[in-house]
Nanobody
Framework: QVQLVESGGRSVQAGGSLRLSCAAAGRTLESYGVGWFRQAPGKEREFVGGISWTGGSAFYADSVKGRFTISRDSAKNTVYLQMNSLKPEDTAVYYC???????????????WGQGTQVTVSS
């Protein structure tokens, strides 16, 4: 079992930056890729980006490409989502999830965190 805990969400003004963390407990994230998803009120859960278990490649949804960056620190068993140039439409609950195979489909993921709220005001 892998327990995932997100942190770092808060309210921020448009144009600002936040860094979310996804810390794993119970088992190392080694050999797991990690994806970030978000869900805004009344909308379906949306893939934001993911990083492979090697940490060598990350990929992003078009809506965040160039603004968001995913990285991982194996020593800390943690994955980060750096969010820059935030927009009001980035407001959502952000979730991290772990899977052996990383991709944009939520049903690929075996383990999920509880989510952290990000609110971007204009």
């Amino acid at each position: 079992q892998v327990q995932l805990v997100e942190s770092g969400g808060r309210s921020v003004q448009a144009g600002g930056s936040l860094r979310l963390s996804c810390a794993a407990a119970g088992r190392t994230l080694e050999s797991y890729g990690v994806g970030w998803f978000r869900q805004a009120p009344g909308k379906e859960r949306e893939f934001v980006g993911g990083i492979s278990w090697t940490g060598g490649s990350a990929f992003y949804a078009d809506s965040v490409k160039g603004r968001f960056t995913i990285s991982r620190d194996s020593a800390k068993n943690t994955v980060y989502l750096q969010m820059n140039s935030l927009k009001p439409e980035d407001t959502a609950v952000y979730y991290c999830a772990a899977a052996e195979r990383v991709g944009p489909y939520s049903n690929w993921y075996d383990y999920w965190g509880q989510g952290t709220q990000v609110t971007v005001s204009s």
